[in-house]
């Protein structure tokens, strides 16, 4: 979440940059400093009470010790009024710091200056393609059909087991997925990310920590009796390691990978471009995830954004970097770029990965700090990337290397594979 130093500091920048992301603050923002004033004004009263009430106390002592009863006794019957004073101030105050914070936690990151103005997808910027567009024929078959065709993804199966969104992989479509799970997760230790394996479920703490909650309960699988939820991405088990702990300076930055099945109840979604692997309740990522110093994370950023890059290239897939305008963006980040490879035979772009610095939001709400040389204490960045989310790249491989002898598969996964064509 915003500070709330930050609020205070510069309000009207805050509402102008949240305008960006078609949020109108001015309403929540004026309630964050008139509650912190209320809270301030709570607190000023509530030491003056206690400052009183302790001078009262030593007053009855020397009272007593004198004689002077019936002294003793106003001093008694002021620190009882002291008392009932003190607790319904007390709870005031800390029913004001929590109106403080359930608004704070409202109330979305601001964009950097870097993010377009705009509300939709349409808006947003392309700032770097790569690749070779394959040239398929007229027959080309999309990556269901082919699926199907080669007996490699069940569909239906699915659906009987789960329900839709669920699908099975068979055969060399299975070790197609290990593969590449395989060759994201090696790819990264590479580039210098340690990996873990985390729990695939997480608690409501965790779910806050990174912004998931409030912001995405209906996105994501809930188990009521539990009280737990179904990670929707790695990015919540992995940035709530650094939850309540204090990081030495001389540590940063840290950089975690790991492989994860995802799961997003995708409420809402219809249509024909949810058809095959297009959009799915599970599917599996490899994510990427680093903790580093303010003055660092846009340099990480781009050291993200070449890392995912370098991916779709030894894929031999042509792609492209969206910058995210502000009403496109989530809820969390102050910048994120998109990246989308082509799907040759539905002939669109397919998104695969979100590449996203949230500043200190996410770490405030974490509170994942570090100790700088001089012992002081200061806010982290957090920052993360699909590296990559495998459905779509599944869907833009069967599609952009399908020949008449099968699907030939990239020389970067063979050695993965065992196989070097699905035929």
């Not at 007053?59 to 106003?74: D, N, P, R, S, V």
């Not at 297009?278 to 950023?301: C, G, M, T, W």
């Not at 002939?347 to 012992?375: G, I, P, T």
Request: proline share 5%; aromatic share 8%; charged share 25%.
């Amino acid at each position: 979440m915003l500070t709330l130093q930050a609020i205070k500091a510069n309000p009207e920048y805050i509402i102008s940059r949240l305008a960006v992301k078609g949020f109108d603050a001015q309403g929540p923002i004026t309630e964050v400093l008139e509650l912190d004033a209320e809270r301030r004004r709570l607190q000023q009263r509530c030491d003056a009470d206690n400052s009183e009430l302790k001078k009262m106390a030593a007053a009855i002592g020397m009272y007593m010790k004198k004689g002077e009863k019936e002294q003793a006794e106003q001093a008694k019957a002021r620190v009882a009024e002291l008392k009932a004073s003190a607790k319904g101030l007390q709870d005031l105050l800390e029913d004001c710091a929590v109106k403080l914070q359930d608004l704070l936690l409202s109330i979305p990151n601001t964009p950097c200056e870097q993010v377009p103005e705009g509300l939709t997808a349409a808006d947003n910027v392309v700032v770097k393609t790569g690749g070779e567009m394959p040239e398929l024929g007229a027959d080309a078959l999309p990556h269901w059909e082919l699926a199907r065709k080669y007996n490699i993804i069940d569909w239906e199966l699915g659906v009987k087991v789960t329900g839709a969104g669920f699908p099975f992989y068979i055969g060399k479509g299975a070790r197609l997925q290990r593969a590449l799970q395989q060759f994201f997760l090696d790819e990264a230790w590479k580039a210098g990310y340690i990996e873990v394996e985390p729990p695939f479920v997480v608690n409501e703490a965790s779910g806050y920590g990174t912004g998931q909650l409030p912001d995405k309960e209906g996105q994501m699988y809930h188990c009521e009796v539990d009280d737990l939820y179904l990670i929707p991405t790695a990015e919540v088990p992995v940035t709530n390691i650094y939850r309540d702990v204090i990081i030495p300076a001389k540590e940063l930055p840290k950089k975690n990978c790991a492989y994860s099945p995802c799961w997003r109840r995708e409420a809402g979604s219809y249509g024909k471009d949810v058809r095959g692997l297009n959009r799915l309740h599970q599917f599996d990522k490899v994510e990427i995830v680093r903790i580093e110093r303010p003055e660092d994370s846009y340099a990480a950023l781009e050291e993200m954004k070449d890392h995912v890059q370098s991916l779709l290239d030894k894929l031999g897939l042509p792609w492209h970097i969206l910058r995210l305008c502000g009403g496109d963006m989530s809820f969390t980040s102050a910048i994120t770029y998109d990246f989308e490879v082509w799907s040759a035979a539905q002939k669109r772009w397919l998104e695969v990965s979100s590449v996203s610095n949230f500043e200190s939001y996410q770490a405030n709400r974490l509170k994942c700090r570090y100790r700088d040389a001089d012992k002081k204490i200061h806010l982290c960045h957090t920052l993360n990337g699909s590296a990559l989310a495998l459905p779509r790249i599944v869907a833009a491989l069967l599609e952009n290397f399908q020949t008449p002898q099968g699907i030939v598969i990239p020389e970067a996964l063979r050695p993965y594979c065992g196989f070097d064509i699905i035929d």
